[in-house]
């Protein structure tokens, strides 16, 4: 199958090289912006593309929403297989690419998205057919990994600590998706869609590691815990779905704590499967381009769907979890918290709150911010 590869930067160029040697698959055109076709085999409109009868499937691996929308609605309505390392087009469009790719029958994969090249929403895929999923989630940014590791592993300030992952290349010039949890949210987003059949796009609560700092770093070493940024996901008793992200402290020996620098770990709960935990690079030219591979692969043995006929758009409900949340803000806010335990110093509170839902957690510290007390906090996890 001829694969014409939308977009050759990082991860573009990985997916062409690694298309010259894939069984069952050879690289096609490659779509480059007007001004940039130095070579034969890059072409600068879609039409070059949708209108090559040779051309099987497309992988775009451009980024963004717009125009990648759009060229991925005229390769599935001219009937080619379409697969995507693009999280923020499937959070944003999922629902009608999934409609489009039904229309036409060709196929719809994204496995790329998240979890760069640890094969998580391949497996959920798979697994959800037979196990009921209970809940998933885990490390699933790289960039904030590496930065909360080098600020309690090795001292850094958060400063120093982005810095670094700027001139390692991890952290992009904007980090802003990285820090605030917005990208981990997508792929939360995602994997929801894929296990649950619900793609939520209301209702999502996000918080990053944006206020963390290097004394927050060090008082939480010194009580035996490791932060991590956490991606979670689940159903709900009353069948909803939850999906959020926030800062999650774990004591020694718990597995977020070996997940060190830039990798992920993507985790998932079967009813009957137990606790499956995948590790690996979720970033990075040639480990996103393998997982861009494995879907055309699977494309060529029939898979055509990730996400199931009856997958909608819909609401997450975090309201019916419970968790203590430590909790750093100005004393002079203490109170706003319902708190077991509570030190305070230099006009600092440090305190343990009683059990919250994500969503109480998240709203207390919207108004605490808005009321002007800068704050940080996470979860207390295993
Ligand atoms: N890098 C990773 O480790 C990684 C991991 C997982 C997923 N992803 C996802 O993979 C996608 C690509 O990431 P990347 O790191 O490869 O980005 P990148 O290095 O910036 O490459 C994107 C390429 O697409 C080109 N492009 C953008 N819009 C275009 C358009 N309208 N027409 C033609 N070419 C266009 C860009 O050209 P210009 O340079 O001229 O703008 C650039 O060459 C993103 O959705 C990202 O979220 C990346």
Redesign the pocket.
């Known amino acids: 199958m001829k694969v014409a590869v939308?977009?050759?930067?990082?991860?573009?160029?990985?997916v062409y090289e690694m298309l010259k040697k894939a069984e069952g698959l050879e690289p096609g055109p490659v779509?480059?912006?007007p001004g940039?076709a130095d070579a034969p085999f890059k072409v600068?409109s879609?039409e070059q593309i949708v209108s090559d009868p040779t051309v099987g499937a497309v992988a775009?691996?451009?980024?963004?929403v717009s125009?990648?929308f759009e060229?991925a609605a005229a390769a599935l309505k001219a009937g080619k297989h379409f697969v995507?390392?693009?999280?923020?087009?499937v959070a944003a469009k999922g629902i009608e690419l999934k409609a489009l790719a039904e229309e036409s029958g060709a196929a719809f994969l994204f496995s790329?998205?998240c979890?760069?090249g640890v094969p998580f929403l391949h497996n959920l895929s798979i697994a959800r057919k037979s196990d009921e999923i209970r809940s998933l989630g885990g490390i699933l940014n790289?960039t904030t990994n590496y930065m909360l590791d080098a600020m309690q592993r090795l001292d850094m300030d958060y400063g120093q600590a982005l810095a670094d992952a700027q001139r390692l290349g991890y952290a992009e010039a904007d980090p802003t998706a990285d820090v605030s949890g917005l990208?981990a949210l997508r792929k939360i987003m995602l994997a929801c869609a894929v296990a649950y059949d619900v793609l939520p796009t209301e209702g999502l609560l996000n918080e990053g590691i944006e206020n963390m700092t290097a004394a927050d770093a060090a008082h939480m070493k010194s009580r035996g815990y490791t932060c991590r940024l956490l991606a979670q996901g689940g159903r709900n008793p009353d069948g909803s779905v939850y999906a959020f992200v926030e800062p999650v402290l774990f004591r020694a020996g718990a597995p977020e704590c070996s997940v060190l620098e830039n990798y992920n770990m993507a985790k998932y709960e079967g009813a009957c499967a137990g606790s499956i935990v995948l590790m690996g690079q979720?970033?990075?030219?040639w480990?996103?381009a393998s997982?861009v591979l494995r879907d055309l692969s699977c494309v060529l043995q029939g898979d055509r769907a990730m996400l199931q006929p009856g997958c909608k758009a819909g609401a997450a409900d975090n309201s019916a979890l419970s968790r203590l949340y430590y909790v750093r803000l100005p004393e002079a806010f203490a109170a706003r918290l319902p708190s077991e335990s509570c030190e305070a110093e230099d006009g600092l509170a440090r305190l343990v709150t009683k059990p919250l839902s994500p969503a109480a957690m998240h709203a207390a510290a919207k108004e605490i911010r808005a009321a002007g007390g800068e704050l940080f906090f996470a979860a207390i996890g295993g």
């Open positions: 939308l977009g050759y930067g990082v991860v573009g160029v990985g779509l480059v912006r940039k600068t879609i775009e691996v451009m980024g963004g125009p990648a060229y995507t390392s693009n999280k923020a087009l790329a998205a979890g760069g790289g990208d979720g970033a990075g030219r480990p996103t997982a």
